[in-house]
């Protein structure tokens, strides 16, 4: 069984070729989005481009806040000093760790809670959709909060509910490890964002056509077979979205690790790790840079992704 997408109409043989650019109707419509949108692109080119600028221009320099007089000019030197240091690796890898698990499970579950929410009867749907984007709609900082309470040692309940489990036991202390913090840590993240995973893979399966899902039944397919050469193919574009989104999030964790640890036992992630030196050790010239480094993985996160899937949202939206 070969794979199935779904594919824009094509013109018929000995039709007249669609002018260049468009019709009329198409070129005005796109005129009159860029009117439309075109203020706030402007402002938000603004508002992101100046600091990325000046946090560059700052990087440039040996520049102590508490000692603004002696400012001076060194180049890249910031750079090969955090390139060259454990610190920064240690931080890059536990950032790396918490994105590639976090985003492996919640696509894996998203996917699952989006099928619940697309084959549930139509009479519970809205209260079963509702129940499962609660998570989603707890500020970040209070989910931490509540998942360090429930994991603590004076307060929390995980240990006396789960004393039954091989290591677990009242005394264990979640947070006195790197292995049992990242855990802690990676469970927050997961239940906090894994709804809006399945809220993007619940629009990318309600655009899977219907004809394609019969045909594959009437051609004697199982379950499986249709799941994988009908509709994951035709949910490419909402996939990447979704991976996409999940892992420029996650690359930046900063709040659960700012709350449960405080970067403490070696989970300490990039984004912490600039807040630090920034705010904390107000080395302005080193924060800047690392906070430079960690806008350019963003980058390169975003062009992997987007050469990686080879999606056209153009296309897929049937512009061209």
Do not use: H
């Not at 099928?115 to 549930?120: D, F, I, K, T």
């Not at 807040?275 to 963003?298: D, K, M």
């Not at 980058?299 to 512009?319: A, M, N, P, T, Y």
């Amino acid at each position: 069984m070969t794979t199935t997408e779904s594919t824009t109409a094509r013109p018929a043989a000995g039709a007249a070729p669609a002018p260049r650019g468009g019709s009329d109707r198409a070129r005005a419509e796109q005129k009159l989005g860029w009117y439309l949108a075109g203020p706030a692109f402007a402002v938000m080119l603004l508002v992101t481009a100046y600091p990325i600028v000046q946090a560059f221009y700052y990087s440039l320099f040996d520049y102590r806040l508490t000692d603004p007089e002696n400012i001076s000019f060194v180049g890249l030197k910031n750079y090969a000093v955090i390139l060259t240091d454990s610190i920064w690796w240690t931080s890059f890898g536990v950032t790396v760790f918490i994105t590639v698990v976090t985003v492996a499970v919640e696509l894996v579950l998203g996917f699952l809670l989006a099928l619940v929410m697309m084959n549930a009867l139509k009479a519970i749907r809205p209260v079963l959709r509702a129940a499962i984007l609660i998570p989603y709609a707890v500020i970040t900082v209070v989910s931490a909060f509540s998942w360090q309470y429930a994991f603590s040692l004076d307060s929390g309940f995980v240990n006396s509910w789960f004393d039954w489990l091989p290591g677990v036991s009242a005394d264990t202390d979640w947070f006195g490890s790197t292995g049992s913090s990242l855990f802690v840590i990676c469970l927050a993240e997961i239940w906090k964002t894994t709804p809006f995973v399945s809220l993007l893979l619940l629009a990318g399966l309600a655009q899977v056509p219907d004809v394609l899902q019969e045909a594959a039944r009437v051609d004697g397919a199982t379950w499986w077979q249709r799941m994988w050469k009908v509709t994951l193919p035709n949910m490419k574009a909402a996939i990447m979205v979704a991976l996409l989104f999940r892992t420029l999030d996650a690359f930046r964790v900063f709040d659960s690790v700012f709350v449960m640890t405080a970067g403490a036992n070696n989970t300490e992630t990039v984004s912490f790790l600039a807040y630090r030196q920034t705010i904390a050790r107000v080395e302005i010239g080193l924060g800047s840079a690392v906070s430079v480094l960690l806008f350019l993985s963003v980058v390169i996160i975003c062009i992997g992704f987007i050469k990686g899937f080879k999606v056209d949202l153009s296309q897929v939206r049937g512009e061209k």
